[in-house]
């Protein structure tokens, strides 16, 4: 089976504090993305790469950046957290062909007080 | 603009009733579908995709889904709902536009809570 896995389930941080939220998936995939879940607003894309050190904005990118250093990991970054940071964060892979579905983590859920 | 519609936030049904979780699309040419599945404070899990073929998908858990081109709708359906299937689930688009980033990109609805009434 695929596994997603992410480094935190729950953290919580300060307003202005540097967050890290990491991302491993062990099935060899090109593409890897991160978004956040919000009630009411559904999933919105913040980035995606699909290949090691590439990297594509999505609906959502301020405030955020990425890191793809090795093609099973992929870093989501908060330079300087703030409140409305304050959401659920999914990671997912997806093998590169167009049909291919994603697999996800279990999400990090991220408080910024 | 292009989106997808899951026009009910919460949809309740009795044990042992058929189900039905609606979704349709406006997306130009033929996209890739796809349904999801999210237990309380889990991640998205994959049902079932509708490629190209027939139009009746089956897939995990016993779930089912019509694609209606006409009607650009991919409704999810189960033939008899179970308790355990109480989740939020998510229809998910995938246009295929020959550029590469926006083939990796979906367009997802915001989601429809399933009660399932014992």
């Known amino acids: 089976d695929v596994k997603v896995t992410q480094s935190s389930r729950y953290l919580v941080k300060r307003t202005g504090e540097k967050v890290f939220l990491e991302c491993v998936q062990d099935?060899?995939?090109?593409?890897m993305f991160w978004y956040r879940q919000d009630p009411g607003l559904g999933l919105r894309l913040i980035y995606f790469?699909?290949?090691?050190?590439?990297?594509e904005k999505g609906d959502i990118p301020e405030g955020y950046s990425v890191s793809r250093e090795k093609k099973e990991r992929f870093s989501l970054i908060l330079e300087s957290a703030s409140t409305n940071q304050t959401s659920m964060y999914l990671c997912?892979?997806?093998?590169?062909?167009?049909?291919?579905?994603?697999?996800f983590g279990e999400g990090s859920r991220l408080t910024v007080l | 603009a292009q989106s997808v519609a899951q026009p009910e936030d919460q949809v309740n049904v009795a044990e042992g009733n058929p189900l039905t979780v609606k979704c349709t699309y406006s997306?130009?040419?033929?996209?890739?579908l796809f349904w999801y599945v999210q237990y309380p404070n889990r991640g998205l899990q994959f049902l079932l995709k509708?490629?190209?073929?027939d139009n009746l998908v089956k897939g995990s858990y016993g779930f089912e889904a019509e694609f209606n081109k006409s009607q650009t709708s991919f409704h999810l359906k189960k033939p008899s709902a179970l308790v355990s299937d109480s989740a939020l689930y998510f229809c998910?688009?995938?246009?295929?536009?020959?550029?590469?980033?926006?083939?990796?990109?979906?367009?997802w609805g915001l989601g429809t809570s399933l009660a399932v009434n014992p």
């Open positions: 790469s699909y290949d090691v050190k590439m990297k």
């Open positions: 997912a892979s997806q093998e590169g062909l167009r049909t291919g579905e994603l697999f």
């Open positions: 998910a688009v995938r246009p295929i536009i020959f550029n590469a980033g926006n083939n990796r990109k979906l367009i």
């Open positions: 997306v130009s040419g033929n996209p890739y």
């Open positions: 099935m060899d995939h090109e593409n």
């Open positions: 509708y490629i190209t073929g």
